[in-house]
């Protein structure tokens, strides 16, 4: 509240006058009056003004009727409040209703009755009804005046309550027989301009004598009486006594010209001049009465007293709550201290009945902050959080400090408005979807979701990727995503042996200003398909002259041939190869393992079996459906091929074998550390002669040719020789040696091709030939066949070593 500012306006003034300008009181002018959306807020709930907030004037609504307005009510002012926002400023304003003459006095008899004994003695008063007057002050009745007469003159009283009435005085005794009706003119006068005036006819008939008039037993009598009391309730007594006997001491009581309020409110019993209450007593609206009572006799004589009723107050009205500004919607982010409203507490009891207090929830995030004038303001006392509470529903209690208290209950609404302080929130931070490979383009993937706490634009999310890289592609040439749904299609068809996972990083971004943003990720796994046919890495079918498979005659059954090796780029159970026998020059001689890929025979050679064996091997896959290849071995079935060296191992027996190998190691031994110093010693010569070309001016030979290691490239991936399935890591070399089966290295002949299953040191890494299984299943050893091939190969790798240092060493002296 700032200021208080009074002005005033006469009643009946038409609708549309200018009751005043504010402007020079506000000190602001037009433009800024309309732009802070002045407005006019009355207390009262009819809007007798308005405000014109271009030019400031404050103009009357309708015609404003001060007596129905207010009564007797003096003075008559209608509150209202000029409101401004940004800042908010309250100003007071109180605009009294000036009354105007425009009522006449009245009586409420035309004619006045009378009756005045002869023998009433001079200056006797007798008082007269007061004429009423619905306006105020010099507007009221200011004074009265009575027809000439020989008998009475007129005196002109003021009451407490500042009303003016007559009374007549006996001026001259009266005598019944010269003249027993006295007729008289009294005239009520106001003070207005023009003047008005009411008039009423006083007839007096005087009465026969009577000597004793009736005297109360005081002549004011002030009772209290508290408002809001039963009807019937005993306000007061009156009693008066007259010395005479028979008719003239019989006395009536009754009221004396008093105005017509009380004639409802109260009632009065004419033979025991009890007072009693018959109409509702309102201190709000009236607090004191003034009662005035008439004793007659039997004769005529009256006497006269007075009653003073104070209406005490009692609790009877609750608190008001009025609001006159709010904030509506109120952002989260408003600071603490923020006033969201501003309303007044009013009560029309007095005392301790009209004091209040007002309390709110203190649980809430506001406060009660007391202003002047009974005002409160609403205000934030600490941050508001309109994700977990949208709205608030405020009850202020209002409480008078009476007894008992009353108590009202406003309830003020206040929405939340929205701000932009949640980032979206993804449901989990890593997706797991699947694609199969070989899939169409623009197929759906899967879908991401995120949520955002926040209303209207600040939870509106749109979907979008994260720059990345597959390899030396964009991501997004990979996949896409609907910027409204979250959807994630693949934009071109997968390989899952190219590629096994993608990942991708997805954002959500809301709408709000300034925009918040989460990420989470998304790992696309490929599904494999039974796309690829198993791959046939031994025996190799795309050699122009295929090899073939040597078996001895004299093989028994059960001998290991040879074995398919095959392998499939795809993988779990699309890459399970299984082996089956689809066509054979002699079917029943030969069977091949379903899961190792082993082919051995089944009964043993006889010599009516054809020489030249062709045999045709399905690898077949457990996909759906599955996929096949097939691969063609040629077998020749030979005499003595491996008689001499079969006779050779037949002699010794386990032990035997194992000295053997201990001896013939021992002389690799030797003849290695010879050859290597015969090497060492022709280098040491080499550079010798060298240094001495150089002293004596000879120009240097060139450099000796260098050989590159030649090794064949195989496969990377193969199969393993116990399930047929060779893992992809592996590495295979093919170790050939020179010359033919009439060579002094003749017995190494069967181990071409030698396939390394690893590095060393690990298990299963060993060298299969034909010739070593059917050794050891000759010689009945107990051993595996996998122990005497790795024996064989120890001895064919230090031979093939020897031989290559002697053949360097050959070099060297050539060069030299």
């Given at each position: 509240?700032c200021?208080?500012?009074l002005?005033?306006?006469p009643e ?12 020079q009181?506000l000190r602001?002018e ?5 732009a ?8 009262s709930?009819k809007?007798?003004f308005r405000l ?6 404050i ?10 307005l207010c009564?007797?009510k003096?003075p008559?002012v209608l509150?209202?409040e000029?409101v401004?926002e ?7 304003i ?6 105007a003459?425009?009522h ?7 004619k ?5 004994p002869?023998q009433?003695p001079?200056y006797t008063q007798f008082p007269l009804?007061?004429?009423q007057?619905?306006d105020?002050?010099?507007n009221?009745v200011?004074n009265?005046t ?5 008998h009475?003159?007129?005196e002109?009283?003021t009451?407490?309550?500042?009303s003016?009435y007559?009374?007549?005085v ?8 010269v003249?027993?009706?006295?007729t008289?003119?009294?005239t009520?006068v106001?003070g207005g301009?023009?003047q ?6 006083i ?7 009577n000597d ?6 005081q002549?004011?009598y002030?009772?209290?009486l508290?408002?809001?009391s039963p009807l019937g ?6 009693e008066a006594?007259?010395?005479?006997f028979g008719?003239?001491?019989?006395i009536t009581y009754s009221?004396s ?5 009380v004639?409802?409110?109260f009632?009065?019993?004419r033979q ?7 109409g ?7 607090s004191n009465?003034?009662l005035s009572i008439q004793?007659?006799?039997g ?8 009653v003073?009723v ?5 609790n ?6 009025a609001?006159t ?6 952002p ?5 201290q923020?006033?969201?409203a501003l309303?007044?507490?009013?009560d029309p009891?007095?005392g ?5 207090t007002?309390?709110i929830?203190?649980?809430l ?6 202003t002047?004038?009974?005002y409160?303001q609403?205000?934030t006392q600490w941050p508001?959080?309109r ?5 608030y ?5 209002a409480?008078?400090r ?5 108590t009202?209950l ?9 701000i932009?302080d949640?980032?979206?929130v993804?449901e989990?931070p890593?997706?797991e979807?699947?694609?199969r490979?070989n899939?169409i383009p623009?197929?759906?993937?899967g879908s991401v979701?995120?949520?955002d706490?926040?209303?209207?634009q600040n939870?509106?999310l ?13 991501v997004?040439s990979?996949?896409?995503i609907?910027?409204?749904t979250g959807?994630?299609y ?5 390989d899952?042996e190219?590629?096994?996972e993608?990942r991708?990083?997805?954002?959500a971004l809301d709408?709000?200003s300034?925009?918040l943003s989460?990420?989470a990720t998304?790992?696309v796994h490929v599904?494999d398909e039974?796309?690829?046919a ?12 295929p090899?073939?498979?040597l ?5 028994e059954?059960?001998?290991l041939?040879?074995?398919?090796v095959?392998?499939?780029?795809d993988?779990g ?8 026998l689809?066509?054979?020059t002699?079917?029943g ?11 051995r025979?089944t ?5 009516r079996d054809s020489?030249?064996?062709?045999l045709?091997?399905?690898v077949r896959d ?19 091929f491996s008689?001499p ?6 002699v ?5 074998a194992?000295?053997?190998g201990?001896?013939l190691t021992?002389?690799?031994i030797?003849c ?6 015969v090497?060492?010693?022709s280098?040491t010569?080499f ?6 070309k150089?002293?004596?001016g ?8 260098q050989f590159?290691?030649a090794?064949p490239e195989?496969p990377?991936?193969g199969?393993?020789?116990?399930s047929?399935?060779l893992p992809?890591?592996?590495?295979y070399d093919?170790c050939l040696?020179g ?6 290295f003749?017995f190494?002949?069967?181990?071409i091709p030698?396939f390394?299953?690893g ?8 060298v299969v ?12 050893n107990?051993e ?5 091939s790795?024996?064989h190969?120890i001895?064919s790798?230090?031979v093939?070593?020897?031989l ?8 060297v002296f050539v060069?030299c």
């Amino acid at each position: 509240m700032c200021e208080s500012f009074l002005y005033s306006v006469p009643e009946e003034k038409k609708s549309g006058s200018v009751v005043v300008n504010v402007l020079q009181d506000l000190r602001v002018e037009g433009r800024e009056l309309s732009a802070r959306r002045a407005r006019l807020a009355s207390k009262s709930a009819k809007q007798y003004f308005r405000l014109d907030p271009h030019s400031g004037n404050i103009l009357l609504q309708e015609r404003i009727d001060r007596e129905a307005l207010c009564g007797q009510k003096d003075p008559c002012v209608l509150l209202s409040e000029v409101v401004l926002e940004d800042p908010l400023q309250l100003h007071r304003i109180e605009i009294q209703i000036e009354d105007a003459n425009d009522h006449p006095p009245r009586f409420s008899k035309e004619k006045i009755f009378l009756e005045i004994p002869e023998q009433t003695p001079i200056y006797t008063q007798f008082p007269l009804e007061g004429a009423q007057d619905a306006d105020i002050r010099e507007n009221a009745v200011q004074n009265y005046t009575l027809s000439p007469n020989e008998h009475f003159r007129l005196e002109v009283q003021t009451s407490r309550d500042g009303s003016k009435y007559a009374e007549l005085v006996l001026e001259k005794p009266l005598d019944r027989e010269v003249n027993a009706q006295v007729t008289l003119v009294l005239t009520a006068v106001d003070g207005g301009i023009p003047q008005r005036s009411g008039t009423a006819q006083i007839l007096i008939n005087v009465l026969d004598a009577n000597d004793n008039f009736p005297q109360f037993a005081q002549s004011l009598y002030e009772v209290k009486l508290r408002e809001n009391s039963p009807l019937g309730t005993l306000v007061a007594k009156v009693e008066a006594s007259d010395k005479d006997f028979g008719s003239y001491a019989e006395i009536t009581y009754s009221f004396s010209q008093v105005p017509e309020i009380v004639l409802r409110t109260f009632k009065l019993n004419r033979q025991t001049g009890e007072i009693s209450l018959i109409g509702p007593v309102d201190y709000e609206e009236k607090s004191n009465y003034e009662l005035s009572i008439q004793a007659t006799d039997g004769g005529g004589l009256s006497a006269y007293c007075k009653v003073l009723v104070e209406v005490e107050d009692e609790n009877d009205n609750a608190p008001e709550v009025a609001v006159t500004s709010i904030t509506s919607p109120l952002p989260e982010d408003s600071p603490v201290q923020t006033v969201v409203a501003l309303f007044s507490v009013t009560d029309p009891d007095s005392g301790d009945n009209g004091r209040t207090t007002c309390t709110i929830d203190p649980s809430l995030p506001f406060a009660l902050r007391a202003t002047e004038n009974s005002y409160y303001q609403l205000v934030t006392q600490w941050p508001l959080d309109r994700e977990r509470i949208t709205e608030y529903n405020m009850t202020v209690k209002a409480t008078d400090r009476g007894s008992p208290q009353l108590t009202s209950l406003t309830v003020i609404s206040i929405p939340i408005s929205d701000i932009n302080d949640n980032p979206p929130v993804f449901e989990r931070p890593l997706y797991e979807m699947q694609v199969r490979e070989n899939n169409i383009p623009g197929l759906l993937i899967g879908s991401v979701h995120a949520s955002d706490l926040d209303a209207e634009q600040n939870a509106k999310l749109t979907y979008a990727l994260l720059p990345g890289k597959v390899g030396d592609s964009p991501v997004s040439s990979y996949v896409s995503i609907n910027s409204e749904t979250g959807n994630l299609y693949a934009l071109r068809s997968f390989d899952y042996e190219n590629m096994r996972e993608l990942r991708v990083m997805v954002r959500a971004l809301d709408k709000g200003s300034p925009p918040l943003s989460s990420q989470a990720t998304v790992r696309v796994h490929v599904v494999d398909e039974n796309d690829h046919a198993p791959f046939i890495l031994h025996p190799l079918q795309n050699s122009s002259s295929p090899s073939s498979d040597l078996v001895p005659r004299g093989a028994e059954a059960g001998y290991l041939v040879t074995k398919v090796v095959a392998t499939d780029h795809d993988s779990g159970q699309n890459s399970w190869l299984s082996y089956q026998l689809l066509k054979a020059t002699e079917p029943g001689l030969f069977v091949v393992g379903a899961q190792n890929g082993e082919v051995r025979t089944t009964r043993p050679v006889q010599a009516r079996d054809s020489s030249k064996q062709t045999l045709v091997v399905a690898v077949r896959d457990s996909g759906h459906p599955p996929q096949s290849a097939s691969a063609t071995l040629r077998i020749l079935l030979v005499d003595g091929f491996s008689d001499p060296y079969m006779k050779m191992v037949d002699v010794p027996r386990h032990e035997e074998a194992e000295e053997e190998g201990r001896t013939l190691t021992m002389y690799l031994i030797v003849c290695l550390a010879a050859i290597s110093s015969v090497f060492l010693l022709s280098i040491t010569i080499f550079v010798a002669v060298k240094i001495q070309k150089k002293g004596s001016g000879e120009s240097p030979l060139a450099a000796p040719p260098q050989f590159p290691p030649a090794r064949p490239e195989f496969p990377e991936n193969g199969s393993d020789s116990q399930s047929g399935f060779l893992p992809r890591t592996y590495h295979y070399d093919v170790c050939l040696t020179g010359g033919s089966l009439s060579s002094e290295f003749r017995f190494l002949r069967p181990l071409i091709p030698v396939f390394s299953m690893g590095e060393p040191n690990l298990p299963g890494k060993h060298v299969v030939t034909p010739g070593a299984q059917a050794i050891s299943e000759q010689t009945g050893n107990k051993e595996s066949w996998e122990q005497v091939s790795k024996w064989h190969l120890i001895k064919s790798c230090l031979v093939q070593s020897t031989l290559s240092q002697a053949f360097t060493v050959c070099c060297v002296f050539v060069v030299c």
